[in-house]
């Protein structure tokens, strides 16, 4: 036997504890998946655009959402759109296309800030909801006397009571619109709460606190990224259904919902003050539920590879 056949092995202590799997990080693989929708990012594209450019037009057109409308040139009316004006001008004189725009920005920063109250209050008071048995018979009782009425009429009251304003539009709306997400959320965390690691958790002494914020709330976030998709949206469309009514927004405030009220009259006869505001808030309400529903299916583990 040849003895240049042999070698001997120094033992590496770090070398033994090395992972030869590869390093997973969540986010990462929540973005990875994200990107293999094609679909999901043009849309995410036309969401980005759509917000900025109604953020920014506005300041250089001189058009005000607060101060609508802001022009009375009877001369300019039912201008058709053209390269000056490219969705045209209204029955007063106005720039469709600079209307739409302010509008536009008005409609998102409503419907940001409603979402964002709704979705705070509804997760903290639906995973306080789902683990206490306590709180869970008062809200209960709270949750089957607002269920109960209708959602749109419960909005009417309040702004008819309240009367017509953006703070008013955005306390109606928060009122009880936290409820059914709370509601929602109450059932998932019921769900998830007495699963075998949470109940080996509890015997351990953990926090209800503690358990709630990082056994059960992280679990869900797929969930809560459903839930933002179809609340903005709906948001948009409870606006819309006030300003028709004529009970939402003061009459010097524009937005879609405005938009839609205000160029019904007009549809037979120039259908462009109508179709384009309404593509325009389609296009919003379609891609950011298509961004959040895939948002959600990257956000659950299941899904990455």
Not at 88 to 117: E, M, P, Q, R
Not at 202 to 215: A, E, I
């Amino acid at each position: 036997m040849e003895d240049n056949k042999f070698e001997f092995v120094t033992i590496d202590a770090e070398a033994s504890e090395h992972i030869s799997a590869p390093v997973y990080s969540y986010w990462k693989s929540v973005l990875r998946t994200f990107l293999k929708s094609k679909f999901a990012v043009f849309m995410l594209i036309v969401a980005i655009f759509i917000t900025v450019f109604s953020l920014i037009q506005p300041m250089f057109s001189g058009y005000s959402a607060a101060d609508a409308p802001y022009i009375n040139d009877f001369s300019r009316r039912f201008i058709a759109p053209c390269a000056e004006h490219p969705f045209g001008t209204d029955h007063i004189g106005n720039s469709l296309f600079d209307a739409v725009w302010a509008a536009c920005g008005t409609s998102l920063k409503l419907s940001t800030v409603v979402t964002a109250i709704n979705m705070v209050i509804g997760i903290a008071v639906g995973a306080i909801w789902g683990y206490s048995k306590k709180v869970d018979i008062v809200m209960m009782e709270v949750y089957n006397i607002f269920a109960n009425i209708p959602y749109t009429l419960f909005l009417i009251i309040m702004m008819y009571v309240l009367g017509q304003g953006t703070k008013q539009m955005i306390f109606a709306m928060t009122c009880t619109g936290w409820l059914g997400i709370a509601y929602f959320i109450r059932v998932q965390v019921m769900i998830i709460r007495d699963r075998e690691y949470n109940l080996a958790s509890k015997c351990l002494g953990t926090p209800t606190s503690r358990m709630v914020t990082k056994n059960i709330l992280p679990y869900m976030v797929s969930v809560i990224m459903t839930l933002v998709s179809r609340e903005i949206p709906a948001v948009i469309g409870n606006e819309i259904t006030l300003s028709y009514l004529s009970i939402g927004l003061p009459a010097t405030v524009a937005s879609i919902g405005k938009m839609v009220y205000t160029y019904t009259p007009y549809m037979n006869g120039y259908p462009y003050l109508f179709w384009i505001p309404v593509t325009v808030l389609g296009l919003v309400s379609v891609s950011l539920y298509v961004v959040g529903q895939t948002l959600a299916d990257a956000s659950d583990p299941r899904t990455h590879r």
